[in-house]
T-cell receptor, first 108, second 115 residues
């Protein structure tokens, strides 16, 4: 079992819709959770982080964390073509792990 | 701030040759990470340093790989001898903090091709 699991996709949503990206992790001691966006041929860049159970909103992005279920998600509201990228979930505790990423395509 | 700087951006070499990748972290950051990214395995942490000291090198694939951080502003990742399966994009990242609990800023990466 991988430490961080993501559905590789590809996930396609129409412009203006909500995109939902999911991530599960195996280490119950994990403390910090990050979502990175990576455009093709570019390096990952942080878009959200969350430490506590519940929701955290930043503009069109909402991160959701459920430590009991070992589950973290990212919602993108009013999806734009510029959101088309690979989204990487990262989890830290004793070690630091990235998921393999979910490819998102927003269709105009 | 110029961000994390990596060189070279592209490297093409032949099997058996030595490859050295270089990284300059963001000034003031005290943690530095080396990652390898491939389509098959995604982003893998190879090694990370805190205050120039290697903390976790469990991701280094084998003895052919070595990493150093002689000072706070410079790190190298060396592969000797290189093999075709080492072909990947290698990222360096830095953060302010003693562990991965802080945002990591990534460099542009080095695309390595071993023929």
């Amino acid at each position: 079992q991988k430490e961080v699991e993501q559905n590789s996709g590809p996930l396609s949503v129409p412009e203006g819709a909500i995109a939902s990206l999911n991530c599960t992790y195996s280490d119950r001691g994990s403390q910090s959770f990050f979502w990175y966006r990576q455009y093709s041929g570019k390096s990952p860049e942080l878009i959200m982080f969350i430490y506590s159970n519940g929701d955290k909103e930043d503009g069109r992005f909402t991160a959701q964390l459920n430590k009991a279920s070992q589950y973290v998600s990212l919602l993108i509201r009013d999806s734009q073509p510029s959101d088309s990228a690979t989204y990487l979930c990262a989890v830290t505790g004793n070690q630091f792990y990235f998921g393999t990423g979910t490819s998102l395509t927003v269709i105009p | 701030d110029a961000g994390v700087i990596q060189s070279p951006r592209h490297e093409v070499t032949e099997m058996g040759q030595e490859v050295t990748l270089r990284c300059k972290p963001i000034s003031g950051h005290n943690s530095l990470f080396w990652y390898r990214q491939t389509m098959m395995r995604g982003l893998e942490l190879l090694i990370y340093f805190n205050n120039n000291v290697p903390i976790d090198d469990s991701g280094m694939p084998e003895d052919r790989f070595s990493a150093k951080m002689p000072n706070a502003s410079f790190s190298t990742l060396k592969i000797q001898p290189s093999e075709p399966r080492d072909s990947a994009v290698y990222f360096c990242a830095s953060s302010f903090g003693a562990s991965g609990g802080y945002e990591q800023f990534f460099g542009p990466g080095t695309r390595l091709t071993v023929l």
